[in-house]
């Protein structure tokens, strides 16, 4: 049989043809039979445009139903789905898209004028597809679908996910079918499922919690997807009555508590909040708990490995760990040597399992360096474990820094202010900050007379995206350095920890 993810998904597709796979407030409902339906069409269509097994299908488009659709269909056609953030712009775009060669890039149809150059320059073919379904990609779909699916084995590729690098070159993270399905199969399981269970979907679908973890949860168990475009505390509270499952990240439960409205009577059907991306404060986490009734299931996970550990389903969730690896997962926390260290200690979390991906697309060397020789993947987060065996992450070896539930590396961001007019030299750093968890927070040394933040902020905005920008940019007249001439970012971040503490 083959491995395609498609195949697993499809059978609840066509057990449940009559049950509502996805409904959105502005336009309307799609059922099951409907999803296979649309998905039939544009997996027609990508192999009408040429697409093979193999071929990457880019896609930077607005949050849509027709976005699943066209997911499904690369599936499908055995092509390579690879998702880019909405908020990236031409300058970022452009590397994502020389390295990864796709057959096709899918937009938004305001970004055409903008993106036309570059894949023109590069080869790729451009279609667009807006949020309402409006764009010429829609426009020539066939009127019906019914080529079958490409057979797949375990070991290929369904998806490339680019993560940013500490040394400022982002890395294509290779995701296989097999990757993909049993981690599926594994949170439906242990998150305790069941017929019936309407998943209130707000996240983003070009990162793994939005597109993978939620999205196949749902599909796998034929449940009715609650399609809320982008997070909107409001509407949120609003439709929590209609759901039985939330997933988010904890700026979406630091937004939901300052709703007066939020309580138990809004929490009355639900069954169950997980929250993950980004650590969730204990604060947030005890004053959801009192004014909702529910317990948070916080979990861990990340782009190479998708869900990696998980507080249980039925047992004590506890307030800042990520609880304990999930089936068929080992996780081990380790010294810079790799050998693990005694429960209780800090150290390096590396983990092995069906779920840790395959490797850096092109960049087999890099590979290499990021695996143990027993197969073990080195995560870089700092972990540590109690007796019990519940594991909490405490800090992060790779200075990542995570903003809004999204990754932000300093030295992407250093090094673009570096190359900026009246910049000499930069330090970034997160800061705690009450509504994204972390703030990027950049400290600069001027090699001009007057200092602008607006002016630097200016020039860094159209090559990077919003969600990497400094919060705030500050000067200083020499960056603080240790004996070996190394910035202490550690001195920067106590000096100015309570930056935003009145956001």
């Known amino acids: 049989m083959s491995a395609n993810l498609y195949e697993l998904l499809a059978k609840s597709f066509r057990d449940h043809p009559g049950t509502v796979a996805m409904q959105s407030p502005e336009r309307g409902n799609w059922t099951y039979a409907e999803l296979e339906q649309q998905t039939a069409r544009f997996a027609d269509c990508l192999i009408d445009f040429g697409v093979k097994p193999g071929d990457r299908v880019a896609v930077q488009a607005e949050k849509s139903p027709e976005v699943v659709f066209l997911y499904l269909a690369s599936l499908k056609t055995g092509a390579i789905f690879l998702p880019l953030n909405t908020a990236y ?3 970022e775009l452009e590397f994502f898209l020389a390295d990864a060669e796709p057959r096709i890039l899918v937009c938004d ?21 807006g949020a ?8 020539i779909l066939p009127p019906s679908g019914g080529l079958p699916v490409i057979p797949r084995e375990g070991n290929d590729l369904a998806a490339i996910l680019y993560t940013s690098g500490t040394t400022g070159r982002s890395k294509g993270a290779m995701i296989t079918h097999d990757n993909l399905s049993t981690n599926a199969q594994t949170l439906h399981r242990q998150w305790g499922f069941v017929p019936g269970d309407v998943l209130l979907h707000s ?4 990162h793994v919690h939005g597109l993978f973890v939620a999205l196949h949860c749902a599909l796998l168990n034929a449940s ?18 209609e759901a039985t499952v939330f997933m988010g990240v904890p700026t979406h439960y630091t937004r939901l508590l300052t709703e007066d409205s939020f309580g138990t009577a809004n929490c009355a059907h639900m069954r169950l909040f997980i929250s993950g991306s980004a650590p969730l404060l204990s604060e947030t986490f005890e004053q959801f708990r009192q004014r909702s009734g529910h317990t948070i299931l916080e979990r861990y996970g990340m782009t190479e490995a998708g869900m990696i550990t998980s507080n249980p389903y039925s047992g004590d969730r506890l307030a800042g760990s990520v609880g304990f690896p999930l089936d068929g997962v080992s996780a081990r926390v380790c010294d810079e040597e790799g050998r693990e260290l005694e429960d209780g200690k800090i150290g390096t979390l590396e983990i092995k399992g069906p779920n840790v991906f395959k490797g850096y697309w092109k960049l087999p060397e890099k590979t290499l360096e990021e695996f143990r020789e027993d197969g073990f993947f080195i995560t870089g987060d700092l972990a540590c474990r109690d007796l019990q065996g519940y594991l909490s992450i405490v800090g992060r070896g790779k200075d990542l820094i995570i903003s809004g539930g999204l990754n932000v590396y300093p030295k992407e961001v250093e090094d673009r202010l570096n190359h900026l007019d009246g910049v000499q030299e930069s330090a970034v750093f997160g800061l705690p900050h009450p509504d994204f968890g972390e703030a990027v927070t950049a400290i600069i040394v001027s090699n001009q007379k007057t200092f602008s933040e607006s002016e630097i902020l200016d020039q860094l905005r159209p090559l990077m995206a919003a969600f990497k920008l400094p919060k705030r940019i500050l000067p200083i007249s020499e960056l603080p350095r240790n004996s070996m001439g190394k910035v202490q ?5 106590k000096q100015h920890s309570a930056l935003y503490d009145n956001q």
């Open 224 to 241: 009715k997807m609650i399609w809320i475009q982008k997070f909107d505390s409001k509407l949120v509270n609003r439709k929590l009555q």
């Open 489 to 493: 970012k550690n001195l920067l971040r």
């Open 132 to 139: 309402d379904g409006s764009g010429d990609l829609n426009g």
């Open 109 to 129: 149809p305001n970004k055409r004028s903008m993106l036309e150059p570059l894949c023109t320059g590069i080869g790729i073919s451009l279609f667009t597809l």
């Open 203 to 206: 996240l983003p679908i070009y």
């Open 89 to 91: 712009p031409p300058a």
